[in-house]
C-alpha cells in the first residue's frame, strides 16, 4: 500500500498507523490527533477540525437538521433514554469524544505556538544580522578615512621636512658668507637672528619626529 501523508503535519505515515477521518477521509498520526494506542478507532471518528466545523454549523434549521430530528423524534418511543445499556453507551461516547477534542486542540495550540515562536526568533536574527552589517560597514568607512588621514599627515610632514632642508641650507650659506666678513657691533644682532632660526629649525622638526610617548614610559621607575 503507497505511503500517504499526515493530515496534521504533512509527513509521510503509513496506513496501517493512522488514524483516518470518517468525514474527511484524511489519514492523520495517531499522537498528531493525541490518540494513544494502537487499538481500533471508533466507527464514527473524526478528526478535531471535522468536529470543530460539526459543531459550528450544528444549525437545526437546515433541511439536514430537520431531517434528523425528525427521525429521532420517531425513534424516540422506541428506545428508552432510561436504558442502562443506552445510558452507559452515550456517556462513554461523550467521554471519548470531549477528550479527542480537548487534547487535539491542546496539540494543535502547542504546533501554533512552536511556529510563532520560531517566527519571532528568526526575525530578531534578521535584525541582529542588519545591525552587525551596519557596524562592520561603518567600521571599514573609519578604517578608510583613518588610513587617508595618515597619508595627510605623512606627505605633509614630508613637505614640512623638504622647506625646512631647504630654509636651513639658506642659513647654512649665510653664515658661511659672513664668516668671511669681519664681524662689528652692527652686525652681531644678525648673527643672533641666524642661530635663533637655526634653532627654531631643530626644534620643529624634533617635534615632527617626535615618537608619542606610551603608558609604560610616563610611569615612575
Known amino acids: 500500500m503507497p505511503m500517504i501523508k499526515c493530515g496534521g503535519?504533512?509527513?509521510?505515515?503509513?496506513?496501517?498507523?493512522?488514524?483516518?477521518?470518517?468525514?474527511?477521509?484524511?489519514?492523520?498520526h495517531r499522537v498528531c490527533v493525541a490518540l494513544t494506542g494502537r487499538g481500533a478507532l471508533p466507527s464514527f471518528w473524526q478528526c478535531p477540525e471535522c468536529r470543530k466545523n460539526v459543531?459550528?454549523?450544528?444549525?437545526?434549521?437546515?433541511?439536514?437538521r430537520?431531517?434528523?430530528?425528525?427521525?429521532?423524534?420517531?425513534?424516540a418511543p422506541l428506545i428508552s433514554a432510561e436504558s442502562p445499556v443506552l445510558r452507559s453507551t452515550i456517556s462513554e461516547e461523550s467521554a471519548d469524544e470531549g477528550l479527542d477534542i480537548g487534547v487535539g486542540e491542546l496539540a494543535v495550540c502547542a504546533r501554533e505556538t512552536g511556529v510563532a515562536i520560531d517566527d519571532i526568533v528568526y526575525e530578531q536574527q534578521i535584525d541582529v544580522a542588519s545591525q552587525l552589517q551596519a557596524?562592520?560597514?561603518?567600521l571599514r568607512n573609519?578604517?578608510?578615512?583613518?588610513?587617508?588621514?595618515?597619508?595627510?599627515?605623512?606627505?605633509?610632514?614630508?613637505?614640512?621636512?623638504?622647506?625646512?632642508?631647504s630654509i636651513?641650507?639658506?642659513?647654512?650659506?649665510?653664515?658661511?658668507?659672513?664668516?668671511?666678513?669681519?664681524?662689528?657691533?652692527?652686525?652681531?644682532?644678525?648673527v643672533e637672528t641666524?642661530?635663533?632660526?637655526r634653532g627654531n629649525i631643530r626644534l620643529v622638526r624634533h617635534l615632527l619626529t617626535k615618537r608619542p610617548a606610551t603608558p609604560a614610559e610616563h610611569q615612575p621607575s
Open 142 to 165: 573609519l578604517r578608510i578615512e583613518v588610513l587617508e588621514l595618515r597619508k595627510e599627515v605623512r606627505s605633509s610632514g614630508d613637505a614640512c621636512n623638504v622647506r625646512m632642508d
Open 9 to 28: 503535519c504533512g509527513k509521510f505515515i503509513s496506513p496501517a498507523d493512522a488514524a483516518r477521518c470518517t468525514k474527511c477521509n484524511e489519514h492523520y
Open 55 to 64: 459543531r459550528r454549523d450544528n444549525k437545526s434549521e437546515t433541511p439536514v
Open 194 to 197: 641666524l642661530k635663533v632660526a
Open 135 to 138: 557596524i562592520m560597514g561603518e
Open 168 to 190: 636651513e641650507a639658506r642659513l647654512q650659506v649665510l653664515e658661511e658668507r659672513h664668516a668671511d666678513v669681519p664681524v662689528g657691533a652692527s652686525d652681531s644682532e644678525f
Open 66 to 75: 430537520n431531517s434528523q430530528a425528525e427521525v429521532q423524534a420517531a425513534a
